[in-house]
């Protein structure tokens, strides 16, 4: 892969399966909200799992897109808001999360270079356990949530106000995340540059990319 832009002046991370990858954390989450959509519609965890198939199939089809998380327990006859609540109360990050040296290094450096920031469809008091857990806290400038204005990714809307935020035109940004339709596909119609990353690995090679080393 060639290296990206020179122009680049601050890159924005997607957090869960970004800046860390942990397999059984992101299928408790998945197991949280079939609880919830269980609880939701007086079903069992079994049919609230087939119903969310069924649900994700059928607004991939009508969008060609890959649905959110929340959007398929929203379409389920949920809110965003209850479900985020949910989480808080049933999930717990420090179980699962640990740090890893490699990626506080990789921050570390970055961040000498570029304004760092975090754009997540987590919440906000989920993203503060899980970034203190995983040691990065310090390391970006700001941190937008989905409880800041219960409007995830994507949403072409919020990615202007978080590059205006941010103080950044669209080719000075760099969007960072592990799933290109809720990441990446808006960042990039506007003319942001994106870096699709899925392993801890992928990410690693970041630096290496923008540096063209």
């Known amino acids: 892969m ?12 997607d957090l869960d399966g970004t800046l860390y990858v942990n397999e059984k954390f992101a299928a408790l989450i998945q197991d949280a909200a079939r609880i919830y959509v269980a609880g939701l519609r007086g079903i069992s965890v079994q049919q609230a799992e087939t119903l969310m198939t069924d649900t994700r ?8 897109t ?13 809110s965003i808001q209850e479900l985020h609540r949910f989480f808080e109360e049933t999930l717990a990050p420090e179980a699962f999360l640990a740090r890893d040296e490699r990626v506080i290094h990789l921050l570390d450096r970055l961040s000498g270079r570029y304004a760092l920031h975090i754009y997540t469809n987590n ?22 949530t989905i409880d800041d204005t219960w409007i995830g990714k994507p949403d072409e ?24 339709d809720i990441d990446l596909r808006i960042p990039e119609q506007r003319g942001c540059p994106v870096y699709l990353s899925q392993s801890i690995e992928q990410l ?3 630096e290496e990319l923008l540096t063209g080393s």
């Not at 060639?2 to 991370?13: K, N, Q, T, V």
């Not at 199939?57 to 060609?64: H, P, T």
């Not at 890959?66 to 949920?78: E, I, Q």
């Open 57 to 64: 199939r059928r607004l991939f089809e009508d969008c060609g």
């Open 2 to 13: 060639p290296a990206l832009p020179s122009e680049i002046r601050g890159i924005i991370f």
């Open 204 to 206: 690693l090679r970041l």
């Open 66 to 78: 890959l649905p959110t998380l929340s959007a398929v327990c929203s379409d389920a006859g949920g």
């Open 123 to 144: 919440n906000r008091p989920l993203t503060e356990r899980i970034i203190r857990q995983l040691g990065i806290g310090s390391y970006f400038r700001s941190i937008r």
């Open 157 to 180: 809307d919020m990615l202007v106000r978080v590059l205006a935020e941010a103080g950044l035109e669209p080719a000075e940004a760099l969007f960072v995340g592990d799933r290109y």
